[in-house]
């Protein structure tokens, strides 16, 4: 009772990924700063104990329940 709605037309669309000529020099420099960036590990890392909050809260949570004679963590303590 109303209006058909119109028979949709299907389209043909063709998608291609074409990569533009990219500057070697650049892409050298980025891949460069890029391992500087994110393959930097601090030399002597110190220990950091989070706020007391968060430890009350993974008390509270059971989160820092341990048993250290669990088997399954035993691999851990080798």
């Given at each position: 009772m109303g209006n058909k709605p119109a028979?949709?037309?299907?389209?043909e669309e063709l998608m291609l990924k074409i990569v533009p000529?990219?500057?070697?020099?650049?892409?050298r420099?980025?891949?460069r700063d890029l391992?500087?960036?994110?393959?930097f590990t601090p030399r002597n890392p110190r220990a950091i104990k989070p706020p007391d909050h968060y430890i009350e809260y993974?008390?509270?949570?059971?989160?820092?329940?341990l048993d250290l004679n669990d088997?399954?963590?035993a691999h851990l303590f080798k």
């Amino acid at each position: 009772m109303g209006n058909k709605p119109a028979k949709q037309e299907k389209k043909e669309e063709l998608m291609l990924k074409i990569v533009p000529p990219l500057d070697h020099a650049y892409t050298r420099w980025l891949a460069r700063d890029l391992e500087r960036i994110y393959g930097f590990t601090p030399r002597n890392p110190r220990a950091i104990k989070p706020p007391d909050h968060y430890i009350e809260y993974m008390h509270i949570n059971g989160l820092l329940d341990l048993d250290l004679n669990d088997p399954d963590l035993a691999h851990l303590f080798k």
